[in-house]
């Protein structure tokens, strides 16, 4: 029972190129959430999916798409990466009235 | 939308002293307010939470209490240890649990 998996751990990009930030989690939650985290600030919520099938904009959505692929499975694609977007990427899951658990993070580096 | 936010930002006791962190928020239909520790360099964990049902809960030597009236709610250690050392962050939420307001975090450091 890994729960929730993020990959990579770290990443250097130049602006411009384009990644995609994998997640996975085994605890049958079906929720699944984006937080990037900067600092002195709180996690700031990107994008969610409440459910299989859908997923809707967070606070700080632009720059970003994201894609539910399956109930375990949600990653976070960054089109064009620009230095705004260094960060440290968490994915979270939950289901009803359980706490969230996050991923160990990605840390993001934009040049 | 939800607006949380988080006194003080940073925090130094000495070892077994009290440590007390305090939180307001906006939205009245926020139902749920976990409190979250993250060492460096780790993923965010949930050591206490409280629904909006009830005004304290205790594990141990961590306690929440929550004013619903004042939209305000804390966070309680007692006995700080060495290893209480770390970011601690409240979080706010209303329709799903995963779905967070983050407050701003305090650093908290415990010196022996």
């Known amino acids: 029972n890994a729960g929730v998996t993020q990959t990579p751990k770290f990443q250097v990009l130049k602006t411009g190129q384009s990644m995609t930030l994998q997640c996975a989690q085994d605890m049958n939650h079906n929720s699944m959430y984006w937080y990037r985290q900067d600092p002195g600030m709180g996690l700031r919520l990107i994008y969610y999916s409440a459910s299989e099938g859908t997923t809707d904009k967070g606070e700080v959505p632009n720059g970003y798409n994201v894609s539910r692929l399956n109930k375990r499975e949600f990653s976070l694609r960054l089109e064009s990466a620009a230095p705004s977007q260094t960060s440290v990427y968490f994915c979270?899951?939950?289901?009803?009235?359980?706490?969230?658990?996050f991923g160990q993070g990605t840390r993001l580096t934009v040049v | 939308g939800e607006n949380v936010e988080q006194h003080p930002s940073t925090l130094s006791v000495q070892e077994g002293d009290s440590a007390v962190i305090k939180c307001t928020y906006s939205?009245?239909?926020?139902?749920?307010f976990p409190w979250y520790k993250q060492e460096l360099g780790k993923r965010p964990q949930l050591i206490i939470d409280i629904r909006s049902n009830v005004g304290e809960k205790k594990d141990q030597r961590i306690a929440v209490t929550l004013n619903k009236t004042a939209k305000h709610f804390s966070l309680h250690i007692t006995e700080t240890q060495p290893e209480d050392s770390a970011v601690y962050f409240c979080a706010a939420s209303g329709d799903s649990w995963g779905k967070l307001q983050f407050g701003a975090g305090t650093q908290v450091v415990v010196t022996p």
């Open positions: 979270a899951s939950s289901s009803m009235n359980t706490e969230a658990f």
């Open positions: 939205d009245s239909a926020s139902n749920y």
